[in-house]
């Protein structure tokens, strides 16, 4: 590889490389040694096209999903079953992983800024800026970049976009699956949000189990479903329809909800 090579976005791939290496060797443990990371459907990436992949998933933090993904996906494209033992792995990751993130976020600091070389989708949020309620156009940029990031290889986004559980899926997601008619790979974590703070940079509880559950593909018809059906298969998919939420009186429904959103408020950016 040619070392000033460049990707779609211009991001020169041997110094993506290099942060995702050392990314990788800096956070490992904490899904290795402080807590445990269960994993199940690895052979199901393996069996992914190398481009034009969506992955869906719900969110508990802001960047220790991400990372999670980033060791789980270069494990099992290296032949791991379930495991991201032995962190070999990492030196030769798969550069054509990006993730769909809020421009604010990756702007939050100098180790976001960071982070955010090594794959992120930058996008305007439509509905939230700096903690106030916003209702504001869908920038064409930002739909054009996370088609270009498909069009390219693998993107995760996160269609609730919120790290607070059962929130609405957001129908851009539905609009960009139509449009891009990529594989459509359903994630469901947990645990993420017990054992760091809401950044995700911080390890706030030890021995945690936390887990990842891939999924086959979804079937969609691109030309026939609506947004709408396209939207609710989601929410079943990543387990946030709001029928998941019947295992719970309705008065336990609230309080769980409510609980969070509190929890994610107390959470403290952890700053460098």
């Known amino acids: 590889m040619p070392i000033f090579k460049r990707n779609p976005f211009g991001h020169i791939l041997f110094l993506k490389k290099m942060i995702i290496r050392i990314f990788g060797l800096v956070s490992h443990g904490r ?3 402080f807590n445990s990371l269960h994993i199940e459907g690895s052979e199901i990436l393996r069996k992914l096209p190398e481009r034009n992949v969506l992955f869906i998933s719900n969110h508990q933090t802001y960047f ?8 789980v996906f ?6 791991r079953d379930d ?14 992983i990006y993730f769909v993130a809020a421009g604010e976020t990756m702007k939050s600091g100098i180790l976001p800024k960071i982070f955010a070389y090594a794959g992120s989708v930058s996008i305007d949020r439509t509905w939230r800026s700096k903690g106030q309620d916003v209702n504001r156009q869908v920038k064409n940029s930002d739909i054009s970049n996370i088609s270009k990031a498909i069009k390219d290889g693998w993107v995760i986004t996160f269609p609730q976009g919120t790290t607070t559980p059962f929130k609405p899926i957001r129908r851009g997601t539905a609009h960009i699956i139509k449009t891009c008619k990529p594989v459509v790979v ?8 017990r054992s760091f703070d809401k950044k995700g940079l911080r390890i706030k509880k030890r021995n945690v189990l936390q887990s990842m559950v891939i999924k086959e593909p979804l079937e969609i018809d691109y030309d ?3 947004v709408a059906d396209i939207v609710t298969k ?9 029928s998941f939420l019947k ?7 609230e309080e769980f909800i409510k609980e969070e959103e509190e929890l994610n408020k107390k959470r403290e950016f952890w700053s460098s």
């Open 247 to 253: 295992v719970l009186s309705p008065k336990e429904a």
């Open 224 to 226: 026939n479903e609506s």
């Open 31 to 33: 899904y290795r040694k």
């Open 83 to 96: 495991t991201i033992k032995n962190i070999g792995y990492i030196w030769n990751p798969k550069l054509n």
């Open 64 to 71: 220790a999903d991400v990372a999670a993904m980033f060791h």
């Open 234 to 242: 989601i929410e079943f998919a990543i387990e946030q329809h709001p």
């Open 74 to 79: 270069n494990a099992s494209l290296s032949g």
């Open 186 to 193: 359903p994630i469901v974590i947990d645990g993420f949000r």
